[in-house]
């Protein structure tokens, strides 16, 4: 079981809006750490699609966007591509478990 | 261009050693925390380890306390990972990061090496 919750799968049609929700506690995320997002494509290695409070590195669309509430976090994609398929991370510090966290991953498939 | 190239994957048996490599460029290595995260076979991703950036402070995850250990060089633009006394469920492609970060908790890992995979089996 991972320490935070994401569901396991979304989907969503080309042009769409869809979300990803990351649910921790108050050891990582409702203890101010940030939560980071990572995006990997089928068969290819993570990379970080948005850190912190809606900071996106070079060349990620902002049709991605992240909101934070207490314990939770969440992952929005608006205008749904069908490159935008593949599996999204939230990551966290969890100061009570003093480790580097993960969600188990969401598949997002573009229908 | 950050690149992270990882090596040394391949398959063990259990109880077996094996040692990974990463060689980082396009940056200033010694001026970064550096990651280990694997991946097991269809599995989320799991951290393994941290090194800050003069090799002396070191955090690992619980599953390989005792058993791995995280090195770099910082002359030679590597990072290493020995890992000791493998298991079956140590099975994963690993990943090199380089991981951002103002103190020694939290942060994120904004670039990762192509992976190395690890079998351990009989």
């Known amino acids: 079981q991972s320490v935070l919750t994401q569901p396991p799968s979304v989907s969503g049609a080309p042009g769409q809006r869809v979300t990803v929700s990351c649910t921790g506690s108050?050891?990582?995320?409702?203890?101010?750490?940030?939560v980071h997002w990572y995006q990997q494509l089928p068969g290819t290695a993570p990379k970080l699609l948005i850190y912190?409070?809606?900071n996106r590195p070079s060349g990620v669309p902002d049709r991605f966007s992240v909101s934070k509430s207490f314990t939770s976090a969440s992952l929005a994609i608006t205008g749904l591509q069908a490159e935008d398929e593949a599996d999204y991370y939230c990551?966290?510090?969890?100061?009570?478990?003093?480790?580097?966290?993960f969600g188990g991953g969401t598949r997002l498939t573009v229908l | 261009e950050v690149q992270l190239v990882e090596s040394g994957g391949g398959l063990v048996q259990p109880g077996g050693s094996l040692r990974l490599s990463c060689v980082a460029s396009?940056?200033?290595?010694?001026?970064?925390?550096m990651s280990w995260v694997r991946q097991a076979p269809g599995k989320g991703l799991e951290w393994v380890a941290n090194?800050?950036?003069?090799?002396?402070?070191?955090y690992y995850a619980d599953s390989v306390k005792g058993r791995f250990t995280i090195s770099r060089n910082n002359a030679e633009n590597a990072l290493y990972l020995q890992m000791d006394s493998l298991r079956a469920e140590d099975t994963a492609v690993y990943y090199c990061?380089?991981?951002?970060?103002?103190?020694?908790?939290?942060?994120?890992?904004?670039?990762w090496g192509q992976g190395t995979l690890v079998t351990v089996s009989s």
């Open positions: 396009g940056f200033t290595f010694s001026n970064f925390w």
């Open positions: 990061a380089r991981r951002i970060a103002g103190s020694a908790t939290g942060g994120n890992f904004d670039n």
């Open positions: 990551q966290s510090y969890d100061v009570g478990l003093r480790r580097w966290v």
């Open positions: 108050t050891s990582n995320i409702g203890k101010g750490y940030d």
């Open positions: 090194i800050k950036q003069d090799g002396y402070e070191k």
């Open positions: 912190g409070n809606n």
